[in-house]
């Protein structure tokens, strides 16, 4: 059972766009920013967005985070087939002194 | 551009220890804004934080919970690297383990451990 909740699953079309949520608690979302991470089949983890919003460079706009309260959500506008992954959320807890995770949402592009 | 380079058995005898090594380069181990993570992934737990380690003045270190009894983690300063001990290994350690950078923005490629008699 993961700290951070996420669906298991989303899916969309080409060119749809499509929004995973994360939910956590005070002791984590809600004192701390949260990041997204994208893991293509076979490959490591890597970072999508950081601080809620934030996207590293050559990190397409068309993903884009955002937070309210104890919550994280990241978008996915313009889907593409080379979307189809798994994405994860991630926050700091304030209380287990940690870096927490959500389950993971496996994107399927139909 | 940080390059993160782990090296390490992949195959580990239940009761013993687990030890992994993460060399850096591109960065400091000691860098006074950086942190050190050891983050493993299996199928039964997703994506689990072990700990870290970090330099601000002085050398610090985080475990989760549920590891603080057998875990260490240690910079190497002379060899700009950060290792992982796990002590008294189950099958349910069987992961595939990361070192990454604070916020994940590099990670290393993985180590395949099978704790396996």
């Known amino acids: 059972q993961s700290v951070l909740t996420q669906p298991p699953s989303a899916s969309g079309t080409p060119g749809q766009r499509v929004t995973i949520s994360c939910s956590g608690s005070?002791?984590?979302?809600?004192?701390?920013?949260v990041n997204w991470y994208q893991q293509l089949p076979g490959t490591v983890p890597k970072l999508l967005i950081y601080s809620n919003t934030q996207r590293p460079s050559g990190v397409p706009d068309r993903f884009s985070g955002s937070k309210s309260g104890t919550s994280g959500s990241l978008a996915i506008g313009g889907l593409q087939s080379e979307d189809e992954a798994d994405y994860y959320c991630a926050a700091w807890d304030d209380s287990l002194k940690g870096w927490v995770f959500g389950g993971g949402t496996k994107l399927t592009v139909l | 551009q940080v390059q993160l380079q782990q090296s390490g058995p992949g195959l580990v005898k239940p009761s013993q220890t687990l030890s992994l090594t993460c060399a850096i380069s591109g960065d400091s181990v000691s860098s006074n804004n950086g942190a050190w993570n050891w983050i493993r992934q299996s199928p039964w737990r997703g994506l689990e934080w072990l700990g870290r380690?970090?330099?601000?003045?002085?050398?610090?270190?985080d475990y989760a919970v549920s590891m603080k009894s057998r875990i260490t983690i240690k910079p190497d300063t002379s060899k700009n690297q950060f290792s992982l001990q796990l002590n008294s290994v189950t099958p349910d350690d069987t992961a595939i383990y990361y070192c990454?950078?604070?916020?994940?923005?590099?990670w290393g490629q993985g180590t395949l451990v099978t704790v396996s008699s």
């Open positions: 005070t002791s984590n979302i809600g004192r701390n920013t």
């Open positions: 990454s950078t604070k916020d994940g923005d590099y």
């Open positions: 380690t970090y330099y601000r003045s002085k050398w610090h270190t």
